[in-house]
């Protein structure tokens, strides 16, 4: 047998980095990793290639040389596969789809041959039993949760990792919080389940034996859900084995914001060699989390909890959301104001989009408010759904947000208080990563000389070189980040579906395909 596997195009989003990706050589984030484990699940004696659009298109002497296309993806990465599926269809191609955009709604591809629903390591083997029987059915969907010592190390031969700013891994899944727009909850539950020790150290031993040094991006939604074994037998077993190793990898990932109630986590965090760590803020208003049922966040001064986990050795990402019900006009400066108080340089923010399966598709379904499908991208404006707030001065407010953190002058005093915060414990010894020098130059050329942001970027470049000289590799990388928040943020305000007219006429055409 042979097998194509198909990780469908991501659009150009704050969370592609497609534009700061250029300036360090690079094609993509991170691979697909889901594909890669499944690959791992095949039989060893199929053939099995791996083409991620993000790095190269596929073409149909890719699609013609498979008996089967595999193809997992994401709500934002929808068209991309609607596009894929209609190539295989007209080649006489068989596709097998699963992942989070057909798990939520796969009645949406009907023109799918097999779709492999929910936990692979749950319903793979059966479509395989079935499919070595000639009798492969069109839908299977699990029973159960899958048990995370039955998930394999990823084939990581099948991808080209050079082309990739970091690697990524898996450690546990599902979250033990249940916020109302969140669709985590839906397909993975709420007790976290986290994989063997010992099964982890082997995907660590994988990438360090394929030659990867640099970042590694462990995916889960919440790291800290099982705080109780991360602290007692997962972050030790991490610190010994870099320290073993000389720290090869940093480590980024996802936390919820009570991290900063626990310094002891976060130390061995640090202490393992986690640099970054994304929370989900939301609102700084308190009657927007009690209506999202974002409890973790309530109660608490998030300010504070910001600064002691920067304070700790963890740089902060955050995302934001507007659109909630109880948001009224005076949200967008209060996000305005907060993410600049905050010095959260990487700020996501977005307008709130309602995803099947969560409780809130279910309420504003019931409400009547719901407009066509979600495109999984909250940050392009694209309404699914009727908001409490005039559409016009939601989108207007989100407009002014992106214009307001992303300008120069804005986006570089909110890394300049990241920098005077945070305060790494250099485990590590410096490791030159290929396509610094590189980045180094561009960003002089395009953000110092060229860009309007050059004269925020050399106060940054000489602040950081003078003061901190150990954190000007950083300060450079956030100068680029910025660079390319800003040229989504100006695509997003140049793309039309800011003025009523399109905004209507799109939500019009939602409301009559849903």
Not at 364 to 382: F, H, P
Not at 383 to 399: F, H, R, S, V
Request: hydrophobic residues 40%; proline residues 5%.
């Amino acid at each position: 047998m042979k097998i194509l596997m198909v990780y469908p195009h991501y659009p150009d989003t704050f969370w592609s980095f497609r534009h700061a990706l250029k300036f360090i050589g690079k094609k993509a984030s991170f691979p697909p990793l889901g594909l890669l484990t499944v690959a791992a699940m095949l039989p060893s004696s199929w053939q099995k290639r791996v083409v991620d659009m993000n790095i190269r298109p596929v073409s149909d002497d890719d699609l013609l040389w498979a008996d089967y296309v595999f193809i997992s993806a994401m709500d934002i990465q929808r068209e991309s596969a609607l596009e894929v599926i209609a190539r295989c269809r007209r080649l006489g191609v068989k596709t097998v789809a699963g992942g989070p955009l057909f798990t939520s709604s796969h009645d949406d591809f009907p023109d799918v041959d097999h779709l492999v629903l929910g936990e692979a390591e749950v319903t793979l083997p059966v479509f395989l039993d079935d499919l070595a029987r000639g009798d492969a059915k069109h839908l299977y969907q699990p029973d159960r949760r899958a048990l995370l010592d039955e998930t394999p190390v990823p084939l990581w031969d099948l991808a080209e990792i050079g082309k990739y700013a970091a690697m990524n891994l898996q450690y546990s899944r599902g979250c033990p919080f249940d916020c109302e727009f969140c669709d985590i909850t839906a397909l993975l539950g709420r007790i976290p389940r986290t994989k063997p020790l010992p099964h982890l150290i082997a995907e660590l031993d994988s990438l360090y034996m394929r030659g990867w040094r640099g970042a590694v991006f462990i995916v889960d939604d919440n790291f800290i859900g099982d705080r109780k074994k991360l602290k007692k037998e997962v972050l030790p077993a991490i610190i010994e084995w870099m320290q073993e190793k000389r720290y090869p990898f940093y480590f980024y990932t996802e936390a919820s914001v009570d991290l900063a109630d626990d310094p002891e986590l976060m130390s061995l965090m640090v202490r393992a060699g986690f640099e970054e760590v994304f929370v989900g803020i939301e609102t700084p208003e308190e009657e927007g989390l009690a209506e999202t049922g974002k409890s973790q966040n309530r109660n608490r001064d998030l300010l504070e909890s910001v600064r002691r986990i920067q304070q700790a050795g963890l740089q902060v990402h955050a995302g934001f959301i507007v659109g909630f019900d109880s948001d009224s006009p005076g949200i967008f400066q209060s996000q305005i104001r907060f993410i600049q108080e905050s010095g959260i340089a990487t700020a996501m923010v977005g307008i709130l989009t309602v995803l099947r399966g969560t409780r809130l598709y279910q309420r504003l379904d019931k409400e009547g408010r719901l407009l066509g499908k979600a495109t999984g991208n909250n940050m392009a404006v694209s309404l699914n759904y009727i908001p409490k707030m005039d559409a016009n001065t939601l989108i207007a407010g989100y407009q002014d947000i992106l214009d307001t953190i992303y300008s120069p002058r804005n986006y570089y005093r909110r890394v300049l208080q990241l920098l005077r915060e945070y305060r790494p414990l250099y485990l590590a010894s410096f490791r030159f990563q290929p396509g610094y020098w590189g980045a180094l130059v561009k960003s002089m050329l395009f953000l110092g000389i060229i860009g309007q942001e050059r004269i925020h970027y050399w106060k940054l470049f000489f602040w950081s070189l003078l003061r901190k000289p150990r954190l000007f590799p950083l300060a450079i990388t956030y100068a680029i980040y910025g660079f390319h928040f800003r040229k989504v943020a100006e695509k997003i305000g140049n793309s039309g579906m800011f003025h009523r007219d399109g905004w209507a006429a799109e939500a019009e055409a939602d409301g009559a395909e849903g």
